[in-house]
């Protein structure tokens, strides 16, 4: 090994403990009573405890939490990609007025900060009795997943020839079937990247979860916000809660690892 080689290892190394230091440290205040979180930084805990994981999944107010947040993303998910479908196909396949606007107008909606449609939604939801259900931050997501889901599928959509739609016409197929049987795993690795980002963008996102919930529907985040007693902050419980809220997004990464790279050599990401 030349030292180009031996410096470029030791600098991935330090990259690697760099970016493995905030989870080590989030895992390490999880195992340790909050009495010795206050007493002072100890790079491991003296006496090892679990109370914090166990009240996490004995108090329905914390694992409630998890259910209704991975309820309302997988909803999101699944939502977001069945209209994105439709929609970058007739953006990559048809030539029509407006087009270019159109898919600008939803691309500023993307752009647009959750703060903006919290009142409106709030509003609305509360007139018509989707306040306080997974539905509602569900719904209230697609606003800014459905453009996202577009803009990549798009350009996945538009790399495919268009002689396989008239192949399969010539050959008999109606269109539903052309599309779910042999366009959409031509675009395997867009759909993947496209629910990816869905699942991502709503299982992170906060205001628009924390405004359009009270009590039935809430998400683990907004309970995560709300560890301050008269006793202080529980730093080992609030610790616990957020190992366990990065392992379903990282069960995500690990599933879709591949269609990610695809994703970044071939679509729009």
């Not at 007025?97 to 609305?124: Q, T, Y």
């Not at 539905?135 to 268009?162: K, T």
């Not at 031509?186 to 990816?196: E, M, R």
């Amino acid at each position: 090994m030349n030292q180009s080689s031996r410096t470029g290892t030791l600098v991935m190394v330090v990259y690697l403990i760099f970016l493995m230091l905030p989870i080590y440290w989030l895992v390490n205040m999880s195992l340790k009573t909050n009495f010795e979180i206050n007493s002072g930084v100890t790079l491991w805990p003296n006496d090892i405890t679990f109370e914090h994981y166990i009240k996490i999944f004995t108090d329905s107010s914390w694992y409630s939490g998890y259910i209704n947040s991975l309820t309302y993303v997988v909803l999101n998910t699944i939502i977001s990609i069945s209209l994105a479908l439709p929609a970058a196909y007739a953006f990559s396949r048809y030539s029509f007025i407006g087009e270019k606007h159109l898919f600008f107008w939803l691309l500023s909606n993307r752009m647009a900060p959750p703060a903006v449609f919290a009142l409106p939604f709030f509003n609305l939801y509360s007139a018509i009795g989707l306040f306080d259900t997974p539905w509602a931050v569900a719904l209230a997501h697609c606003l800014f997943n459905v453009p996202l889901a577009v803009w990549i599928l798009e350009g996945f959509m538009s790399g495919v020839p268009r002689e396989i739609d008239e192949t399969a016409a010539i050959d008999g197929y109606s269109f539903p079937r052309f599309f779910v049987k042999i366009f959409m795993p031509l675009i395997a690795s867009g759909i993947g990247v496209a629910a990816f980002f869905c699942f991502m963008f709503s299982w992170v996102e906060l205001l628009l979860a924390r405004t359009l919930t009270a009590t039935n529907a809430k998400p683990i985040a907004v309970t995560m916000t709300r560890t301050v007693s008269a006793a202080g902050m529980d730093w080992g419980l609030l610790a616990a809660a957020g190992v366990l809220t990065i392992i379903p997004g990282a069960l995500v990464i690990w599933f879709v690892r591949n269609y990610i790279a695809k994703g970044f050599a071939l679509g729009r990401v």
